[in-house]
């Protein structure tokens, strides 16, 4: 299983950006879909997540601001970013749950077995 995060790049605070993560490896798409964040010297913290039926689910500093959805036939889910701020700067990953019930998805990194290389996002003016 693959996963490769793109779209990351520098944007100016108010500005908005799309993330893809492109999954390979899997013949179906029973399994979650989360968008994690590490900026330096900071934990890794859960932005986002989407179910198999694609429920959706979002920390709260995120609500209102980004958007997850998913495309199965491309085998591809996509955080929309809007009104970025530069505390929103931050090295993002996306990760797959193999294991997630249909109707759920996890904000807990222990959750998700396979791991994109990340992809930078930088706001700032």
């Known amino acids: 299983v693959q996963l490769q995060a793109s779209g990351g790049g520098l944007v100016e605070p108010g500005g908005s950006l799309i993330l893809s993560c492109a999954v390979s490896g899997f013949t179906s798409n029973r399994y979650a879909i989360g968008w994690f964040r590490q900026a330096p010297e900071k934990e890794r913290e859960w932005v986002s997540c989407?179910?198999?039926?694609?429920?959706?689910d979002y920390a709260d500093t995120m609500k209102g601001r980004f958007t997850i959805s998913r495309d199965n036939l491309k085998k591809t889910v996509y955080l929309q970013m809007n009104s970025l701020k530069p505390e929103d700067t931050a090295v993002y990953y996306c990760?797959?749950?193999?294991?997630?019930?249909?109707?759920?998805?996890?904000?807990?990194?222990?959750?998700?077995?396979?791991w994109g290389q990340g992809t930078l996002v930088t706001v700032s003016s």
């Open positions: 989407i179910a198999r039926n694609g429920k959706t």
């Open positions: 990760a797959t749950d193999r294991n997630a019930i249909l109707h759920w998805c996890s904000g807990a990194t222990g959750h998700y077995e396979d």
